[in-house]
């Protein structure tokens, strides 16, 4: 699976976000250690607070059908933004949670129309919360 067609999975699944309250629509597809595939939109509510992003949608799919063991070795984000828009604070937690963060290293990769960028877990969340 090439980073091409995780784009192209991630721009399908943001036709089919809910956002309503935003308009900001968030396509997020992910590439399993296992060589899995999983995707999420975000989903909004009436009450603001409940709204669940992209890229967790696609996480919490990928943990249901793969288990707890599921790593995450690559996960694409797309928006309708013109600049890529880097995943907010939460979801880079939640992809902490499920990243290599060793000499194999999970890689966040998130585009605009403007073009993309590709990055570490590590540097995306250089200090994960951990106890
Ligand atoms: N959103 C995501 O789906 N992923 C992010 O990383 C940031 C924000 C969604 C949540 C909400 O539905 C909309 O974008 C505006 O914040």
Do not use: W
Request: aromatic share 10%; with cysteine; net charge negative.
């Amino acid at each position: 699976m090439t980073i091409e067609e995780l784009v192209q999975k991630a721009k399908e699944v943001a036709d089919k976000a809910y956002a309503p309250y935003s308009n900001f629509h968030v396509g997020s597809a992910l590439l399993t250690r296992k060589g899995n595939v999983f995707t999420g939109c975000n989903v909004e509510n009436a009450s603001y607070g409940g709204a669940i992003c992209a890229e967790r949608n696609a996480i919490t799919t990928a943990v249901a059908q793969e288990g707890k063991e599921m790593i995450i070795h690559k996960i694409v984000i797309v928006t309708s933004n013109d600049a890529p828009a880097p995943p907010c604070g939460i979801c880079r937690q939640f992809i902490a949670e499920f990243a290599d963060y060793g000499s194999n290293e999970t890689e966040i990769i998130f585009l605009g129309k403007e073009g993309r960028q590709i990055k570490k877990v590590s540097e995306v969340l250089p200090f994960k919360f951990e106890f």
